[in-house]
């Protein structure tokens, strides 16, 4: 099994930053990729930005040039720089791995969640 934990998030104003981590653990042989979704209140998830085991990184349009993805792939472990947050950034954030076990079959897994709030 592969276990994802993140931590970082919180309460912050807006205009502040936050650095969210996620590390995973457990049966790896590879990480193709992984990445960092959101659920803002009411609304379904969405991708927020992901980077491969190549460093090609993707965006979506709402944190282009604001959020900054990133992996540490010794640590098997992504980071997600968030500055000049704003309110509508406020959501549960969950990271998400996609690769091979150590017995070759592929894995997708999803972390607990972890909660940002950005107060106006």
């Known amino acids: 099994q592969v276990q994802l934990v993140e931590s970082g998030g919180g309460l912050v104003q807006a205009g502040g930053s936050l650095r969210l981590s996620c590390a995973a653990s457990?049966?790896?042989?590879?990480?193709?990729?992984m990445g960092w979704y959101r659920q803002p209140p009411g609304k379904q998830r969405e991708l927020v930005a992901d980077?491969?085991?190549?460093?090609?990184?993707n965006y979506a349009d709402s944190v282009e040039g604001r959020f900054t993805i990133s992996a540490n792939k010794a640590k098997n472990t992504v980071y997600l720089q968030m500055n000049s947050l704003k309110p509508e950034d406020t959501a549960v954030y969950y990271c998400?791995?996609?690769?091979?076990?150590?017995?070759?079959?592929?894995?997708?897994?999803w972390g607990q969640g972890i909660r940002v709030t950005v107060s106006s």
């Open positions: 998400n791995a996609d690769g091979r076990d150590a017995v070759g079959y592929r894995f997708a897994a």
């Open positions: 457990g049966s790896i042989s590879s990480i193709n990729s």
């Open positions: 980077i491969t085991s190549g460093g090609s990184t």
